[in-house]
């Protein structure tokens, strides 16, 4: 059983900067993809960063160069730092495990005010 536990999120005004984790269980890690998807409220959830086994990242238009997601496999989390947070980032974001996600945590709220 895998199981993935997001913290980090909260208020933050805009401009700011927030620091996602998310933490996982079990021995998956190391050999997953893992990902960041976020939904705002009224859409659909969205991907928006990925991170292979090996380090290799990608990331959606809209938080490209604003956000960089990274892992530490001896620790078994994956990080998401976001800086120049806009109010349009609201949301509550999830990490996910697996090339096509098999595994979500439950999700931590982030809230940027204008």
């Known amino acids: 059983q895998v199981q993935l536990v997001e913290s980090g999120g909260g208020l933050v005004q805009a401009g700011g900067s927030l620091r996602l984790s998310c933490a996982t269980s079990g021995s998956l890690f190391s050999r997953s993809s893992m990902a960041w998807y976020r939904q705002a409220p009224g859409k659909q959830r969205e991907w928006i960063a990925r991170?292979?086994?090996?380090?290799?990242?990608a990331y959606a238009d809209s938080v490209k160069g604003r956000f960089t997601i990274s892992r530490d496999n001896a620790k078994n989390t994956m990080y998401l730092q976001m800086n120049s947070l806009k109010p349009e980032d609201t949301a509550v974001y999830y990490c996910a495990a697996g090339v096509v996600p098999t595994y979500w945590g439950q999700g931590t709220q982030v809230t940027v005010s204008s």
């Open positions: 991170i292979s086994t090996t380090g290799s990242t």
